[in-house]
């Protein structure tokens, strides 16, 4: 089936990306699925895009249960799933993320920010259990200050999730600098995050934070050490 994620293609041994594909799902009662047609179409004309498969949920809707569809437009463009309405711009942003193996690292940050922010946290739940390492795209979140309160929740609900886990505790080093971030919101959370982790090395991170200048930095390191045992 279409619409996968983009690859690498040799020339002359090199190894070059290749624009990514994209798989549409609308239905002919959407309001809003012209829109992303139209907008997806000018982007394999242009090159943005490798390939756009379209299939209409109604003629079809075996496929839209396969992956779990809600609500149509949706779009795959790569390993990024995107529901509703969305520019063109968004979805040229998109594609230039999912390029080659440009869908690692900051990519996947980025979606996860967007899904936690569109309230779909039972999708990066899903996307980390399936892919423990994808924990660690959640650590921009932790580390930026003024991520929105809903997006901070979901991934605090995210790194519960893995408490005590190895996916977790391969986090330790940078969530023990940002346990040292000049933001106090952002020392709180990791603070929090050590604790989850149940690993004693972390206790000497933890006792320094007990005399940190914030309060709520102070209690939640106290709860960590508790949470160590």
Known sequence: MAGGAGGSAAAGGLIVATAPDALLLLSSACPHCPAVLQSLSDLVKAGTLGRLEVVNVAAHPALAQELGVRSVPWVRIGPFELAGLRSREELAGWARRAEGDAAGGDAMADYFHTLLKDGELARVRAMVEAQPQRLAALLPIVANPAASINVRIGASAIFEANAGGPALRALLPPLEELARHADSR????????????????????????????????????????????
């Open 186 to 229: 952002v020392r709180a959370d990791a603070c929090f995050y050590l604790g989850l982790s149940r690993v004693p090395a972390v206790r000497a991170t933890l006792e320094a934070c007990l005399a940190d200048a914030d309060a709520a930095v102070r209690e939640i390191a106290a709860d960590a050490l508790a949470e160590l045992g």
